[in-house]
């Protein structure tokens, strides 16, 4: 019995176990059986706070990083249907400003009958604009009338020497070029008149300068008139015609 004590004792000390002072005994259970060291049983290590508290923010970020791309995604889809609702609301505004098609302008039967006496061909006068005339049409204090670049139908009615003749400048003025042209007035008179080009930030206008204003007092031209201008070149000499559009 005291020598199995001793073996009991260099046992506890070699694999760190309690003591045993009671002796067991297991029917069919082989001495050398009881005595034979099992697996040491898993040990759970018990989290500090410190790291309880980083599992938790961690946990914590991954949901506040999910709930953001989340946001993100909800976001960037809300743009992206906005951004397509935009362009397709402008789409719709741009085809609501398509022109109807509409026949051509025809030159009144009487100016028809000035323009074949001179010997010019109808069909090489070209329709150059319609337009409203306005007040700074009208006005001595504008004294031209505009004729917008981009309004006008036939960009041909000026030769292409023409077209760079308006955009060279005077030595002395430094002012943009201008040419004469005759013109048929709406009562059919005839009178000399200028036209010159005129670039703005946004956009740029032919003016008909020179004498306008008297062409205005003689054919008693009005606010809110239509009036039409049509060209031809009768033997390399430019023409312009002014019709008055009866509403």
Known sequence: MLKKMKLLERIRLCVNIPLIT???????LKEADFFRRK??????????????????????????????????????RTKTETLF?????????????????IDPPVLPDELKEKISGMGVQISEVKFVIQKVLYDTDLSYKHMRMSIPVNQV???????????????????????????????????????KIHLAKWDMSNNSSYVLLNDWMEVVERNKLKFGMVVQLWSFHQHLVPWLALVSVRQ
């Open 85 to 101: 609702d935009e362009k397709t609301e402008q789409v719709g505004i741009q085809r609501r400003k398509i022109k109807p098609i």
């Open 39 to 76: 697996n040491p049983p898993t040990v759970i290590q018990s989290q500090s706070t410190s790291q309880k508290k980083g599992l938790k923010f961690r946990i914590s970020l991954k949901r506040k990083t999910i709930e953001t791309f989340d946001g993100d995604l909800s976001m960037e």
């Open 22 to 28: 009671t002796t067991i005994f297991c029917p069919g």
């Open 153 to 191: 139908e036939r960009k041909d009615f000026l030769t292409s020497q023409q077209k760079m003749v308006l955009e060279t400048r005077d030595i002395e003025s430094n002012k943009k070029s201008k040419i004469q042209f005759n013109l048929i007035e709406p009562s059919l008179e005839e009178t």
